[in-house]
């Protein structure tokens, strides 16, 4: 047993001497330090909230909490995490000494008299490859690198599926608003319609009065059946993010009806830095890590292997006192491997791996530079979002008085009918419009958040 415990501590002593591990060195982000147009956004530093505090509607709350317990994308990526770190363990285990046991009998007879002279039994064997280049260890590294990779990856599906869900419930909010614009056009088209064609039987009105006033009724009718349409598909698209039906009790109502604080507005002066936290880019830099230590391991197959076997058991000069008063015996034999020629593949191996990190070097890079240009164009849209709405509230009310205008002159007999009809199609579009800008506000919130990297989650730190 001594000699055994003495190969298992010697074995764990010389494992990990040397680690032939490139030397990392983060690779520069290439992008500003600063967003465009900072000195509008403010200096001081914000910690970004998790979505919790970011979402205000308890019905959207509610709704985000659902999908993020039952969407199937959300449970494969962490099932993804547990199959990782799986990999991980099995591939840390190398780096200690295996016991196994088993019994090996061997017994010799002499050719005179064919009487037993001898017998032993081997109850336990230990071996170990001693880790003297650090190859087992950069294979553990490497394994945990993508682990922790994979943690990520889960992490961005988080982030994406919240603000998926957010901008899908306020897509539903919007077009019941467009519904209800397009069946309140119905209404007013289908009483103008009903008017025109009486003051057409009197004789006041031009059957192509009629006719107009006809083909406003009838486009309206089929903005409805769109939006109804529409409406229903949005809804089926929740329920898809969400993983389950969503209740009645927790859809939005029309879009006009939502608070302005339903989703809160990520507040200014984050800086570029906050884009080394976005889950996509923490998982980029994980798997360079894990191509680092690639090249460590492939270097590693260069220098020779030390294999450690040890035994212990019991012997006997008979069989039958083997385990009654066998003594104890073991044996320990070690032996070296040296790679003379490998026919290039080792080299080969470690070209693969140096080209493997080059590669993932730049989509590090990459990844910053599309996080910069999602955060840069979020920020560009939020600049000019609240002037437009302003003036698109603006242009709701000029068109909604010239309609008014309009309908006064044609019923005092001073306009025509083409003009009412004119006005009401102009408000009918400057009232979808404001609608569309209204929904990218809210949209632009959540996506301004999520381009930021959000808030981490408990899991991820």
Known sequence: MLPRITVIALSLLLTGCISLDPKYERPASAVPGTWPGASQHGAAPVVLKDWQHIVNDQRLKQVV??????????????????AARALYIEQRASLFPSLDAGLDVTRSRTTTNGVSTSASAEGTVSSFELDLFGYNQSLSRAEKETW????YTAEDTRLTLISETTTAWVTLAADKDNLALAQSTMDSAAKSLAITRKQHDVGTAAATDVSEAMEVWQEARASVASYKTLVMQDKNALDLLVGEPVPDTLLPDELSKLANNSIELVPAGV????LLRRPDVQ??????????????AARANFFPTISLTSSAGVGSDSLSGLFNHGLKVWSFAPSISLPIFTGGSNLAQLHYAQAEKKGLVATYQKTIQSAF???????????????????QRGYVAAAQKTLDLAQKSYQIGSGDYLTVLTAQRTLWSAQESLIALEQTDFENRITLWESLGGGLSNSTH
């Open 271 to 274: 800086s570029s830095d906050v």
């Open 148 to 151: 922790l990779a994979s943690k």
């Open 283 to 296: 998982e980029a830099e994980h798997n360079l890590l894990s191509a680092n230590a690639d090249i460590g």
């Open 65 to 82: 909490q659902r999908a993020l317990a039952s969407n199937r994308d959300l449970q494969k990526a962490i099932t993804d995490i547990d």
């Open 373 to 391: 240009k999602d955060v840069a164009d979020a920020l560009a849209r939020r600049e000019t979002l609240g002037e437009q709405m302003d003036a």
